[in-house]
Nanobody, 123 residues
């Protein structure tokens, strides 16, 4: 499975972006898909995930501002990001795996990763 993230860009504080993760050579059906991000000089961190069952999970830092969704027919997962802040600036990557609830935030739970897309939020 190859993953391609897109939709990043430059936005002002308070603005919105929608990221898209597309799969080729496979399907998202039955798998969990997550978004992680990595800011310059920082470790990669969990942002949001949607499990194969449809259950969603968010980091505390984005809860209430970001929404993850999936369109199995289009083999895409989306991350709608609203009320963006400068601290949201990072490279955002999507990943696929079969995480259980207790492991959904862990990098090790995912075994396919796409190249990231850069999100820059100006103050």
């Amino acid at each position: 499975v190859q993953l391609q993230a897109s939709g990043g860009g430059l936005v002002q504080t308070g603005g919105s972006l929608r990221l898209s993760c597309a799969a080729s050579g496979g399907t998202f059906v039955g798998y969990g898909v997550a978004w992680f991000r990595q800011a310059p000089g920082k470790e990669r961190e969990f942002v949001a995930a949607i499990r194969g069952s449809g259950g969603v999970h968010y980091s505390d830092s984005v809860k209430g501002r970001f929404t993850i969704s999936r369109d199995n027919a289009k083999n895409r997962v989306y991350l709608q990001m609203n009320s963006l802040k400068p601290e949201d600036t990072a490279v955002y990557s999507c990943a696929v795996g079969r995480p259980i609830v207790s492991s959904v935030t862990q990098i090790s739970a995912y075994y396919y990763w796409g190249q990231g897309t850069l999100v820059t939020v100006s103050s």
